[in-house]
Each structure stands twice: as structure tokens, then as C-alpha cells.
């Protein structure tokens, strides 16, 4: 039977922040804590079935309210950069903090990460699952209208990790959800993901200029270091990656998939311990990002984590899709709902 539990993991200004766990019928494991719906952990066989934890993380709650590149969390209202901060929706305009570089990243200073979510733990079927629950005030990081927030954690028996969001704002709004964890199949502190093999299900990508803002082109991967049509070790392009103004692979893709329809997005192995994650979505990007930035961060169980450590891929609509047209566009309406899928599944071979 699938179990779900729950502990105090530590507290925010007197508010207890609770860790929950979810185990399926043969063992593996995920860690959620309440501050930020993040995953803190992410246990899954090996080809021998040894357990292993995959996922960068932290050992305590100081860190990830001080030290985390966003470790883990579910990230909004809007994922990714938007330039200068700025946006215009209905005839007005509006101003975020600007918290990197010249742009908005990730929902702001204080964004979903940073929340303390309600939650309830259940199973359901030959799943272990946590409902998580946020209501972001009107005006919060200077986002317009009043959002509720929904965010549903799945551990299947067939050790899928599934994430579905749902969002509803009584103002028109922007809103673009994702799940930011750092994988290392290997083991999280196994050093960098240079050896993992993957494949990214996109023809094109979004470039972008020196701000790290799209330039609203799409461009063929073809010839580039960003092709990933057929799997090929993260390594192999990794000094070309690093000439970038990116520093590394931080790119988002563009799917080829239909715009809302569920599929595939990418494909990651690593043949030291036979484990490989399949990445379905239903949205019309994906941000891989190599852990760049990443230097000398003291991680949960003694390790230390350096650059290219391990690796995200971030569903979403592309990056400052509000200020470009020919985007997908993140706004919602007042009476829509806003869902997002995302399905990290493991398997071995």
C-alpha cells in the first residue's frame, strides 16, 4: 500500500513548515516540504534496485530560505525571465522587482517558492499524493488580481512522479508554473552530469541576447550544440555551451509537440546506474539548465555541490512570452482556469 507521512521540518517566523513523505509499494520515495511545494528529496532503484536519492537538496530549512538556486521548488507566478520586469495587460502597466540582472526571474523576490502552501496528504489508488494550496494576494510581487494556486504531487506504483497545477485569478493576470528540481541520476552528490545522455524532443530553440531575454526568433537546433534529437552525453558540447552568454546550457526549447497536447518532452540516462527519466508536459517549452551557477553550495548528507552538478528541465511557456507576440501567451483571464501537467517517470535499464 502506498503511505504518505508527515513531520515538522522547521519554521518560518513562528509558522511550521511540515515535511511530507510519499512512498509507493516497492520503496521509492519522495520528500515535499510546505515552504514552496519543494521536492527535497526523490528516492528511486538503480539497474540492482539500490534506492538512491536523485535530487539536490538540503538537509535544513535555514538554507533553502537563505541558499537555494531554487532547489526543488514549484515555481510562480511566472517562471523564467521577463525583461526589465515589465509587462502591459488591459492598458496598464506593471512594474516587478527586478532580481536578475536587468530582468524579472521566477516570480520575484519573495515568489511561490518562498510561500508556506497548505497541504493534504492521501492516496489514491497505487498512488501516494500531496495537495498543496496557495492563495496569492492581489498585488503580491505586483502581479494583478487575487490567485489560487493548486499543486498536486503523485507518486505512482509504477514510480512516476507526477505534478499537476491548476490556477484561477479574479483579475486578468500572467501565470506560468514549473517545477525547478536539480536531478542527478547518478546520485546527488555524484559530481556532474556530464556522463547522462539526453534527448530533448525539439527541432527548434529560442535565442537569446545578452540579457538572457528570447530575441523572438525560433532557430533549428541542427548544427548547433543544442541538438539533442538523439540522445548524446551532456559533456560532449559542454565547453561550446559555456562560450555562451548562457555560461552553459540554460536554453529553452521549443517542443514539437502541439502547443496543449501531453507528450514526451525529453529523455535522460545515465549508464553508471541505469536509471532513466522520461519528462512529459503539456506545455510548449522546456528550460534545460545545467547547474551553472551552482559553486561550492553545501548540500543536504554532507555533499558539496559545484557547477554542472546536476541538471533541470523545466516545462513552461517560453521565456517573456507576455512581451512577445508570436509566443504562446501566459495571460489568464478572470474565469479561466490555468492547468499544467508535468510527469517525471523512472525506469531502468
Not at 52 to 75: H, K
Not at 200 to 216: F, K, L, R, S, W
Not at 256 to 264: A, F, I, Q, S, V
Request: charged share 20%; net charge negative.
Amino acid at each position: 500500500m502506498p503511505q504518505v507521512s508527515s513531520k515538522e521540518f522547521g519554521k518560518v517566523q513562528g509558522k511550521p513548515v511540515e515535511l511530507y513523505t510519499l512512498t509507493n509499494d516497492s520503496g521509492a520515495k519522495a520528500e515535499i516540504i510546505t515552504l514552496g511545494g519543494t521536492l527535497v528529496s526523490l528516492y528511486m532503484p538503480d539497474k540492482n534496485g539500490k534506492l538512491d536519492d536523485i535530487v539536490l537538496g538540503f538537509g535544513n530549512l535555514e538554507q533553502y530560505l537563505t541558499d537555494s538556486p531554487y532547489f526543488g521548488a514549484n515555481i510562480g507566478r511566472a517562471a523564467n525571465r521577463i525583461a526589465g520586469g515589465k509587462f502591459t495587460l488591459e492598458g496598464s502597466e506593471y512594474q516587478l522587482a527586478v532580481n536578475n540582472g536587468p530582468n524579472a526571474l521566477h516570480g520575484g523576490e519573495e515568489g511561490f517558492n518562498m510561500k508556506i502552501w497548505d497541504a493534504e496528504g492521501y492516496t489514491s489508488g497505487d498512488s501516494a499524493c500531496l495537495k498543496l494550496t496557495y492563495t496569492s494576494p492581489d498585488g503580491e510581487e505586483n502581479y494583478p488580481g487575487e490567485m489560487n494556486v493548486e499543486a498536486v504531487y503523485s507518486l505512482t506504483g509504477s514510480n512516476e512522479l507526477k505534478i499537476d497545477f491548476n490556477a484561477s485569478c479574479d483579475k486578468t493576470t500572467i501565470v506560468n508554473l514549473t517545477h525547478h528540481s536539480y536531478f542527478n541520476l547518478a546520485g546527488h552528490n555524484s559530481g556532474k552530469i556530464y556522463d547522462h545522455n539526453l534527448k530533448i524532443e525539439a527541432d527548434q530553440y529560442t535565442p537569446v541576447d545578452e540579457n538572457m531575454i528570447p530575441t523572438g526568433q525560433l532557430k533549428p537546433v541542427e548544427g548547433t550544440f543544442l541538438d539533442f534529437r538523439s540522445p548524446k552525453r551532456i559533456g560532449e558540447d559542454a565547453e561550446e555551451a559555456a562560450k555562451e552568454y548562457t555560461s552553459g546550457f540554460d536554453h529553452n526549447f521549443a517542443l514539437n509537440k502541439p502547443e496543449n497536447e501531453y507528450g514526451l518532452a525529453a529523455s535522460v540516462y545515465d549508464p553508471k546506474s541505469g536509471r532513466k527519466m522520461d519528462v512529459y508536459t503539456d506545455q510548449p517549452g522546456l528550460q534545460f539548465y545545467a547547474a551553472n551557477f551552482v559553486e561550492n553550495l553545501k548540500g543536504k548528507q554532507g555533499a558539496l555541490y559545484n557547477p554542472h552538478c546536476g541538471l533541470c528541465l523545466e516545462p513552461q511557456k517560453f521565456p517573456n512570452a507576455i512581451n512577445i507576440p508570436s509566443f504562446a501567451s501566459p495571460v489568464l483571464k478572470k474565469g479561466e482556469i490555468y492547468k499544467h501537467s508535468i510527469s517525471y517517470s523512472f525506469s531502468t535499464e
